[in-house]
């Protein structure tokens, strides 16, 4: 299964997701005009999504100093404080980050965002169930365009709670919201054979040779070793040996290989 193993990367992978796409260019209005009362809610914003650019890019003097300017015009705004917590965050500062991630929510519980800049959090702590939880909440949010990466995580939390069954619900309802996630259908594909469930991992299985057809992924070692295993169940000699054959000769030095190697020497 292909979850990350870094507690540290998973929370920097994590939150970088969760950050919208921003514009990097620079911004030449000056201070004196966002100081203007008809401007403030502009010039707040403005500074968020700076901050957020800089944090995009490893910048957190830069995000910290933007994000600073917002909450010294609107102390309360959701989007500085939710920001904010990802600087300190980085910083190390657990305590911190998460007093921003709160009074972020408190502030605007429909910020679906900074609940997820939360969940993201939680889950770094290996507070999975308390990750779960806050993800399911965001996921509430039908309007919010990063919805399948919500559920996505929903399914890393489930799998570290050691709950098959929601793993599987998450999987496949990131995946009803997103059909284009192959890593997810792979996962699903390894799960399923697992569990010794080979016809819903063909039908998975087959929809990712589907995309493999089209070109919109390639054959990885660990779909060919998939392949291998479903073709052996259903004694199809001739898919088994087309496989297995790409594995060797795209993949041979992989763990997928030594594992067929392995398997063959022990029939």
Do not use: W
């Amino acid at each position: 299964m292909h979850f990350l193993t870094s507690g540290r990367l998973i929370s920097r992978v994590m939150v970088l997701v969760f950050l919208t796409a921003l514009q990097t260019a620079c911004v030449t209005t000056t201070d004196s005009v966002f100081t203007q009362k008809e401007n403030k809610s502009e010039a707040v914003d403005t500074y968020v999504q700076l901050g957020l650019a800089y944090i995009e890019r490893n910048d957190y003097d830069r995000a910290r100093k933007h994000l600073a300017r917002a909450l010294a015009i609107d102390p309360n705004n959701a989007g500085a404080l939710a920001a904010l917590g990802l600087v300190f965050q980085n910083d190390g500062e657990p305590s911190l980050a998460e007093e921003n991630f709160k009074r972020s929510i408190e502030l605007d519980p429909t910020f679906t965002r900074g609940k997820t800049y939360y969940a993201a959090y939680l889950y770094s702590e290996g507070r999975y169930q308390e990750a779960y939880d806050q993800f399911k909440q965001a996921s509430n949010d039908t309007e919010f365009d990063g919805r399948a990466q919500i559920f996505r995580n929903m399914a890393f939390c489930a799998n570290k709670l050691n709950d098959r069954t929601l793993t599987y619900q998450a999987y496949e309802k990131s995946l009803i919201l997103n059909r284009s996630q192959p890593s997810v259908i792979l996962t699903l594909v390894g799960m399923l054979i697992e569990d010794k469930n080979y016809q819903k991992a063909q039908q998975y299985f087959n929809n990712y040779v589907g995309m493999v057809r089209s070109s919109s992924v390639t054959h990885s070692s660990t779909s060919l070793y998939y392949g291998i295993q479903l073709a052996r169940y259903y004694q199809d000699n001739q898919q088994e040996s087309g496989y297995a054959m790409l594995l060797k000769t795209l993949y041979g030095d992989s763990i997928e290989y030594k594992k067929y190697r392995q398997m063959i020497a022990n029939e």
